[in-house]
């Protein structure tokens, strides 16, 4: 067994083996430490040295309790081996974002020495870089979400029966990962697209091809080998990672996050724009027709009852399910022709376009202050202020940056401290993301 990645992880919430460097001593705390992962500040404590080897751990992740237990870890004494002992974790194991006297902290370090003891596996220097969830069959982190009872009504929640659809033709939304830990996978000559990440619900609705469903001469004809045409383009929609459409689903499953399908709301309203192997991919803002909010205070503009669709991503997809992508500005065209809302626009371009006087630092094949200087120019000018587009006054959430592709799509997200401080105590409050639901 080694580090590993599990199925289905998502990629946001990985451990990753990294080498200490530039260790800074905490400008207001005589027994603390920042270092830099991943472009992000991590406060430590004294006894980490510069050349270390540390296990890292991301905000809102959990993790393994049982590790948490063994290190003493737990706030709760009673949690821990040692009762003597605490930590600060609470009992759900949750890193989150957190001011410590003033400086921000992005993660959870550990020394390498007490995650082999716990896994018994020895992580030589050559995983420094690595990324993993699971250590010598162990699971050590996942994403963090609010768990609650299965009840009888919802229990057949995921028994979706699909007997419509066709391999290739419906792809759900893809992980929008970490700019700041993959910026390396930037080049300055690629071509990329900046846009403001908004906070609501994702959906999808594609005009893809499923199974016709057939009269009883149909399939007479087509048992006795005549040539019946047994597929058609039909709407299909979804949240984030479910099939929503009643056609192709359980048909007890009447349970829905808002008491009704939103989704299919949305479907109802954009799908007479969509052409035949076209999916259109984006965010639901503002407020259900009941009046909650999609997002705690996040209201885009909209009144209460009233909601905004916003679109950031088109594929079309052959018959035979090739899938292709359209970039920013016919991502833009399609819907200034269609009568919808594109994602808020920033930039299109090459990359080392984006900002020019950063090309000083493209003279020799190390791009590292390159990377560096793209991210902390990224984070002044998108990063830690109020949302402009909210009557609210609450924090922006970032940026995505795309790179262009005709058939694969590659968008990374720059989401603001700020943002995340306030997400991390809205978990606290118990509040639920509706992305972790759907």
Known sequence: MSLQI????????????????????HPGADRLQTVVIDFQTVITGMEAKEGDIYIYFPVECT??????????????????????????????????????????????????????????????DSFVGTEFDTINGIKLLEKYVIKESVSGANKNKTASKLSRLIEGQVRLHVDTENLRKNVHKIKPSDLISVTYKTHGTSYWVGNVLVKKQLNWFEKLAKKIGLNIVDTEYDLIYGSRNVVKNKSVEDPKNKEHFYGYDLWKDIKDEIGHTIPKGYTIYGEYLGFDK??????????????????????????????????????????????????????????????????????????????????????????????????????????????????????????????????LEAESKELDKGEKNIEDES
């Not at 599990?6 to 001593?25: D, T």
């Open 6 to 25: 599990s199925k289905n992880a998502n990629p946001n919430y990985l451990a990753k083996v990294v080498k200490l460097k530039g260790l800074q001593k």
């Open 63 to 124: 993790i393994n309790t049982s590790f948490l237990s063994i290190t003493n870890s737990f706030r709760d004494k009673t949690f821990n081996d040692d009762s003597e002992k605490t930590g600060f974790f609470e009992s759900n194991g949750r890193v989150k974002a957190v001011r410590l006297r003033g400086e921000q902290s992005c993660g959870y370090l550990v020394p390498k020495n007490v995650v082999e003891d716990f896994a018994n596996f020895l992580i030589h």
């Open 290 to 419: 009941n009046g909650k909010h999609i997002q705690k205070n996040y209201d885009y503009g909209c009144k209460p009852n009233s909601g905004k669709i916003e679109v950031y991503r088109i594929t079309h997809t052959t018959p035979d399910g090739i899938v292709t992508e359209l970039n920013n500005p016919q991502i833009r065209e399609f819907c200034s022709k269609n009568g919808l809302n594109a994602s808020y626009f920033f930039y299109f371009g090459e990359a080392k376009e984006l900002y020019p006087d950063l090309k000083a630092y493209l003279g020799d094949d190390d791009l590292e202050d390159w990377h560096r200087s793209l991210i902390s120019r990224l984070e002044k000018d998108f990063n830690e202020k109020l949302c402009f587009m909210c009557e609210n006054k609450v924090p922006e959430e970032g940026v995505v940056l795309r790179k262009e592709s005709l058939f694969h799509c590659e968008s990374y997200k720059l989401k603001s401290f700020a943002f």
